[in-house]
């Protein structure tokens, strides 16, 4: 069974593709389904239809190829709950709808004009640029916001706050002089007290459906009205970097968030806006405070965090989750741009950025490739000059009665929608069979948690259904509903098809979110303890040997990668917080609660790649006897890549060899690393950081933290290789451990 191509059809990767009809069958690793909902965004054999969709009367599900459609009786039978639903007169035997061919499991429903919204009401951005930045980081960040500017489509609104001690609100209708409503940032301000203050009023009764209009006011203005007084507001912002000497500049970011969201609510644009936070150090006074300006005391580390030293830590972080929930309400995404050679607070911010869906870089300066890609990225135009951005996105989960939804991971908000279906035992975002993330993109991806609802009588073999419901609003305001139906057979407790259906690699991802939303309220050790103790129930379960015999254990081949990718998640840095610090662990979980599955297994095992003279790049073992002298090698962590060349091939660079014509064949072998590493940088988002590094520099240790320790100070025999200096266990100790605990049932 070809996992991949699967996922290319449906946008899912099961971690089980064939269920067992009672929980009684441990499998250890959940039920689950990795579900990327616009994976397909780019197919163009995806069928777009023009009209809404039908839906079951009972249960909500859309018209699928699963339905039983009576042609005489014009009645369709729901797979779902066996509710008997009309069809139109439309749909005949002879002229059946794209939705009802099998070959269509998913398609996108495109209604008509009506769910656009008014012409000129766009999506709405809110720039925060934290001023207490240095002169020279601020020229930067100004000429790549006055050229956003220009990117930006006619129908979005703008608006401009910039912080330091005080928050400053920018009233865009005055071009000729500067206006600005200034808040005092130690404040926690309402948004009944923002309204007040900019004398916004609340709108007359709507009708239903009816899209309120946009206040009054000169905060937040489209961008035709207001080009030139915005560019010149950019223009005129300066650095009040003038501190003084053993304190940190002031920032009051967390008021500012909280005025810029509060701004949005008054204006009722709830239909697809982003906050852009752009600064360089963390908050030191107001709500979501970090650390004091005080020098002397240094910011919280993950010691301090676990330890209760952190003496800020717990009340920023409450702050910010009452932020993350207004930021659901009004369906408003948080992105936070930290350019700074410290940490800035991206720890406490994780919360609101993640469940907003919003981006987060962590980047030395605003003239780092980071930066300046990752936000040209996002504010990519179609072919019809709109935004390449989604907004205002749900996911709602229709399944067989003999399935229950367990609960969601990943940039999602339950919304607590209860049916019969929905299971009291929650995992992560849980209780509902309907999530909202504020945001999408076509690589967004939710792991979604299930079990067998015992309380049906399950038959061996019969079929059951899971169908994906998603709804979201696109750049040009349309709203879009796609649908992707699947469907999977029930198998006896003990029928081999299980192992067969057994996705190793979807499976990995989801236990490195599981594991990481262990890690929010347990010790590393405690994690690791876990993940060793289901890795030795499970292949003590699906492992093939004579008990209490190490050396007869064998695994089949599609649960033969699992111990290694679990063997890399415990020595991950997403567990092992030893040598990062908390802004830095936030943003790698961030990350992998949001990657699918081939992103998430790049994080957790990095790819390796060897060049040399003997022929085309190859796959090598990440070990650290893949290193050589003659050769050079491409690692790709995800976050990283780096290109590591051996000490010969060091030495013949310095000497300059690639410029002499007779060594043509060296220069040729230098190139191809750096094209397949740009091409690596190209295609990711957010964009990787490349590491150019010699044998034994002091950068190959961005390589050598990942490398299997099969060569220690304490190895008796080298074989002239490279040496690791740890007391990590190699992968061959692991196993061989792993083996013998197995056996023993």
């Known amino acids: 069974m070809d996992f991949v191509e699967l996922e290319a059809v449906e946008g899912l990767r099961w971690s089980w593709n064939s269920w067992p009809v009672t929980s009684k069958s441990e499998l250890i690793i959940p039920l689950s389904i990795m579900c990327t909902p616009l994976m397909q965004a780019q197919a ?17 599900a859309v018209l699928n190829p699963y339905a039983r459609l009576d042609y005489q009786s014009r009645i369709w039978h729901c797979p779902f709950c066996s509710q008997r639903n009309p069809f139109p007169r439309s749909i005949a035997d002879t002229n059946l709808p794209a939705e009802l061919f ?21 999506p709405a951005f809110v720039f925060v640029v934290d001023i207490s930045t240095s002169e020279d980081e601020l020229r930067l960040l100004k000429n790549e916001l006055l050229l956003l500017l220009h990117h930006l489509p006619d129908n979005a609104f703008v608006a401009l706050v910039t912080i330091d001690s005080m928050v400053y609100l920018h009233d865009l209708r005055y071009s000729h002089c500067s206006r600005l409503v200034i808040f005092h940032g130690e404040r926690q301000f309402s948004s009944n007290q923002i309204r007040k203050f900019l004398n916004t009023s609340r709108p007359h009764q709507l009708h239903l459906g009816q899209t309120p209009p946009v206040p009054k006011q000169g905060f937040l203005l489209p961008i035709t009205e207001c080009e030139f007084s915005i560019t010149a507001a950019i223009e005129d912002i300066h650095s009040t970097c003038n501190i003084r000497s053993g304190s940190r500049p002031p920032r009051s970011t967390g008021a500012a968030i909280s005025i810029a969201l509060g701004l949005l609510e008054c204006c009722l644009i709830n239909t697809g806006s982003r906050i852009m936070l752009f600064t360089s150090g963390p908050a030191t006074l107001g709500p979501g405070l970090v650390v004091d300006s005080d020098l002397r005391h240094s910011i919280r580390t993950h010691h301090d965090i676990f330890n209760g030293q952190a003496r800020h830590h717990a009340k920023s972080c409450s702050f910010y989750k009452q932020i993350s929930k207004r930021l659901s309400d009004g369906s408003v995404i948080l992105d936070l741009f930290a350019c700074s050679l410290d940490q800035v607070g991206a720890a406490e911010l994780r919360e609101p950025v993640e469940r907003s869906g919003g981006f987060m870089i962590l980047a030395d300066s605003f003239e780092s490739d980071q930066f300046r ?37 990943g940039p999602c908000v339950s919304l607590r929608k209860k049916n019969s279906l929905v299971s009291d035992a929650e995992v992560g975002q849980g209780g509902t069979c309907m999530w909202k993330l504020n945001t999408l993109t076509d690589r967004t991806c939710i792991a979604f948690f299930f079990q067998v609802n015992d309380e049906q009588k399950i038959q061996p073999g019969s079929a059951f259904l899971v169908q994906f419901i998603t709804r979201y609003r696109q750049g040009n305001m349309g709203l879009r509903k796609r649908v992707t139906t699947a469907a999977r057979r029930w198998v006896a407790n003990h029928s081999t098809d299980i192992a067969a259906g057994f996705d190793q690699e979807a499976a990995a991802s989801v236990m490195a979110r599981l594991a990481i939303l262990r890690a929010e309220t347990c010790y590393a050790r405690d994690v690791i303890r876990w993940l060793d103790d289901t890795l030795i129930r ?4 699906f492992g093939d040997y004579v008990p209490e015999d190490p050396s007869s254990f064998r695994l089949s081949s599609n649960f033969s990668l699992y111990p290694q990718f679990m063997f890399h998640l415990r020595r991950s840095q997403f567990i092992d917080v030893c040598n990062t610090t908390p802004d830095e662990t936030a943003y790698f979980r961030l990350m992998l609660n949001r990657e699918g599955v081939v992103g998430s297994l790049i994080m957790i095992q990095p790819t390796l790649f060897q060049y040399s003279f003997d022929g085309p790049p190859v796959p090598v073992l990440l070990d650290i006897r893949s290193i050589s002298p003659d050769s050079i090698l491409l690692f790709d962590s995800f976050f990283h890549v780096v290109i590591h060349y051996g000490s010969k091939i060091a030495q013949w660079k310095k000497l300059g060899y690639e410029r002499d014509p007779n060594h043509e064949n060296f220069r040729k072998l230098l190139e191809a690393p750096e094209l397949d590493a740009e091409q690596l940088v190209a295609e990711r988002v957010p964009v990787p950081k490349i590491i150019r590094c010699d044998q034994y520099s002091s950068q190959a240790r961005f390589l050598l933290a990942k490398l299997n320790p099969s060569v220690t100070q304490n190895s008796t025999y080298t074989d002239g290789s490279d040496i690791i200096f740890t007391d990590d266990l190699s992968l061959q100790v692991f196993l061989d451990q792993l083996q013998v605990l197995a056996v023993q049932g």
């Not at 163009?44 to 909500?60: A, I, K, M, Q, S």
């Not at 499970?538 to 379960?541: L, P």
Request: charged content about 25%.
């Open 373 to 409: 890609k990752c936000l040209r990225h996002l504010f990519k135009r179609d072919d019809e000059g709109y935004l390449k951005m989604n907004f205002d996105a749900t996911i709602e989960i229709v399944t067989t009665k003999d399935v229950k939804i367990c609960g969601a991971l």
């Open 44 to 60: 163009t054999e995806l069928p777009l239809l023009p009209y809404d969709p039908l839906l079951c009367t009972r249960c909500g």
């Open 538 to 541: 499970f292949t003590s379960k």
């Open 102 to 122: 099998p070959t269509y499991t998913t398609v996108e429903y495109s209604p008509s004009s009506s769910s656009f919204l008014p012409p000129g009401i766009g």
